[in-house]
T-cell receptor, first 111, second 117 residues
Framework: AQSVSQHNHHVILSEAASLELGCNYS??????LFWYVQYPGQHLQLLLK??????LVKGIKGFEAEFIKSKFSFNLRKPSVQWSDTAEYFC?????????FGAGTRLFVKA | EPEVTQTPSHQVTQMGQEVILRCVPI?????FYWYRQILGQKVEFLVS????????KSEIFDDQFSVERPDGSNFTLKIRSTKLEDSAMYFC???????????????FGPGTRLTVL
């Protein structure tokens, strides 16, 4: 069955700390992978996406993600977080006519 | 940058009432989707729509739900007889195509928060 697993439900970091959010997927076809962010009270915004080519993908606001096919993983990273990165982060895989989301990781960055 | 819009932003209704949630997809997109997010839970796929037909639907999308493209710009989700458990944020999305390429990114609207009392 198609699924997306996010390893951490809640993460608390201090400003300037490094971030890595884990994501593993299960899907038999060609994968398109995404990370979305949802800031408090706002809608889903696309952070970055992977379709093909370089497995290291750079997105907006200094985020990047690495697709490791052998591990079925697409982990999100940021070298130095800011208070404004406080949000919920969703990993997702495009499966034909639908997008399957992970459960989300709530990130809280302490100023 | 073009974006998906949704109205209303909040809808409060009584149990058993019908509601219609409206979406205006990005103008050159051909594929449309509805998702919902119950408070504190993950975003769940409801239905996809192309060429005036449902392409795929989840088990959540039962007979009380229907979708329609009544004109060239709007895409609607109707819930015929709302239940308490329908309370959620409903997101509309659209894409140029549904496949596996760059054009297939789904762009999401801001959502409609539905509260059923």
């Amino acid at each position: 069955a198609q699924s997306v697993s996010q390893h951490n439900h809640h993460v608390i970091l201090s400003e300037a700390a490094s971030l890595e959010l884990g994501c593993n997927y299960s899907y038999g076809g060609t994968v398109n992978l995404f990370w979305y962010v949802q800031y408090p009270g706002q809608h889903l915004q696309l952070l970055l996406k992977y379709f093909s080519g370089d497995p290291l993908v750079k997105g907006i606001k200094g985020f990047e993600a690495e697709f490791i096919k052998s591990k079925f993983s697409f982990n999100l990273r940021k070298p130095s977080v800011q208070w404004s990165d406080t949000a919920e982060y969703f990993c997702a895989v495009n499966a034909g006519f639908k997008t399957i989301f992970g459960a989300g990781t709530r990130l809280f960055v302490k100023a | 940058e073009p974006e998906v819009t949704q109205t209303p932003s909040h809808q409060v209704t009584q149990m058993g009432q019908e509601v219609i949630l409206r979406c205006v997809p990005i103008s050159n997109h051909l594929y449309f989707y509805w998702y919902r997010q119950i408070l504190g839970q993950k975003v769940e796929f409801l239905v996809s729509f192309y060429n005036n037909e449902i392409s795929e639907k989840s088990e959540i999308f039962d007979d009380q739900f229907s979708v329609e493209r009544p004109d060239g710009s709007n895409f609607t989700l109707k819930i015929r007889s709302t239940k308490l458990e329908d309370s959620a944020m409903y997101f509309c999305a659209s894409s140029e195509s549904p496949g596996q390429g760059v054009r297939d990114t789904q762009y999401f609207g801001p959502g409609t928060r539905l509260t059923v009392l």
